[in-house]
Each structure stands twice: as C-alpha cells, then as structure tokens.
DNA sequence: TTTCGTGCAAATACTTTGCACACGG
DNA sequence: CCGTGTGCAAAGTATTTGCACGAAA
C-alpha cells in the first residue's frame, strides 16, 4: 500500500520525459498527500505554510502535470473547483450529499458490477478513481 | 413518457409558487428539451435564434429556476460549465469519454447494483439523474 | 550552457449581483 | 396597480496564457 511517492522515484519519473524536479513539485505533490481531497485553492494554501513564494499558476500548472504522470487524480465534487487526491490504490469512490454538502467514500469496489457491464456491454472502461455520486445522505434524506 | 412539458402545466407550476410565466421561461425550458445536453451559453445561443433580446444572466437564472421546480436537471460534464437536461423518465447516466470528450448515453438501470447497496450499506440515496461516468469509450481504449 | 519552470501580470471564461424599468397577473 | 422578472453593467471567482528571468541538469 503505498501511499507516498518519494522524492526519488517523483524524479525518475520527471526524467523520463526530460523535465526536471524542482522544490515546488515536490512540495505540491506532498499537499495532495497530505490533504487528501485539495483543490488548487487548498493546494496553494498548504505550499504556501512551507514556501510562501509558490504562485498559484505554478500549482494548476503542476496538478496537470502530475495528473499526466499518474501520480493524482481529479474529480468534480458538485460545482466549483475540481478536487484532486493521490492516485493509486487507495482510490475511492465519492459520495456527494447535494443537501448538507458531506462527502462520504466508499470502496471503488462497489462499482464493480457497473463498471462489468459497461465494459462488456458498451465497450467503456470507467476510470473508478474518477468517480462522484450526487445524491442524498442519511442525515439529509428525512429533512431536506 | 412526457417529454415535454406544456406550456400550461409550466405555468400551473409557476403560479403554484406565485410566480410568472414568462416567453423567457418557455423559451428556455424548451431549449432544454430540444438540446438534449444544453450548457447555459448553447441554451442561450438557441433561444437567442427565436427571441434575440434574452440575457445570459436570465438563462442562469431561469435555470437554477427550473431544476427547482424539478423540470430539468444538471450534471458536471468534465471540467468548465454544467450541462442541463429535461428532468423525468427520459434520464440516463453519461459515459463521458476522457480522450475524445465523447458523451454516451445508458440506461440508469446499469446503476441500480450500485444504488442499492449504498442504499442499504451506506443509507445514501444516490440521484441518478446525476450521473456521469469518466473514462475511455471503445474508441479511444486501444489508442489513448 | 541549454532548456525547462516559475512568477508575474494580464487575459479569458464563467457566474453572480445590484438596480431601474418592464410587464404578467 | 402590485410585485415579480428582465436587461444591463459591473463585480466576483476560477483558470489560462505570454513573457522574461531564474534555475535544474
């Protein structure tokens, strides 16, 4: 279960394709360890406690990156800013309460018998990692 | 299978609230309708073909208006604007397709495994009509 | 030394808000 | 008439882009 990317392999993997590690990749890269749900915002807020320097360009700009290499995923957690968290196996699926705004998650495992049949079915290879359900929570579903 | 909303049960709704029927709100509502999947700029492209004066700002409005009276809903499609469809049986889950930014349809029955055991294990009500799926469609899965 | 990466500033996109007038009921 | 709805303009947020300098390899 790994749950850090160290500096080390972050490096090998910028060097395969010819790009370079730098402080603030490192340091972005830790963030959405560290928050577990960032959005560039939060992202920027958290660099900045370490290195008040890092410009906000610099982490949507690095999120995409990292996004490339593999190493975060994003979702869209009801409107507004996209939501990252380190990609990997400790994925989940994410349950959204459109009432109260709670977000709860659920094993990806859970999608299993959807993501079957749309692979048999329509041919579609749903990318778990990815994975918002909107909806109500207990708490809401009785008084909305 | 209602697939339109008349003009008067609009108005019969509006009224139930004290408020008014306007061509906007018909306008719009059937812009919905014949998009299919209508972001606020293509509804206010549409209705602009029929009545040229319609503001940007009162399609936003209009349509946070009639997802609540529950007669469209909207969902996130990737990233940037939402996307807005009639509400009713004609709902369906969106495989969004993250290499071509295809949009396919299914039937939300795929989803029912899923909804009921986090109905039942997490006491979450998903809202089906809200669903979209990311991933890579038949096309792409061989190329990406 | 050679690119690549960053910060900065400005541009762009999207959405919301305040207000005065227009108009539906 | 009364009060809601609209258009307009402007403000607010979120995100992207161009460019010159700084820095990793």
Request: charged residues 20%; hydrophobic residues 40%; aromatic residues 2%.
């Amino acid at each position: 279960m790994l749950r850090h990317v160290s500096a080390t392999s972050l490096a090998a993997m910028l060097r395969e394709r010819g790009l370079r590690l730098t402080p603030q990749r490192q340091l972005i890269l830790e963030a959405v360890h560290e928050l577990g749900h960032a959005t560039p915002e939060s992202v920027h807020t958290a660099v900045r406690e370490r290195a008040a320097g890092v410009n906000i360009t610099t982490v949507y700009r690095t999120l995409e990156l990292l996004e490339e290499l593999g190493l975060v995923n994003h979702t869209h957690l009801s409107h507004g800013s996209p939501t990252y968290h380190p990609a990997g196996d400790d994925q989940h699926v994410h349950l959204v309460c459109r009432s109260c705004g709670s977000i709860a998650e659920v094993d990806p495992a859970v999608m299993d018998p959807v993501t079957g049949l749309l692979l048999r079915e329509r041919d579609f290879r749903v990318d778990v990692g990815h994975v918002s359900l909107f909806g109500l929570c207990g708490d809401c579903k009785d008084t909305p």
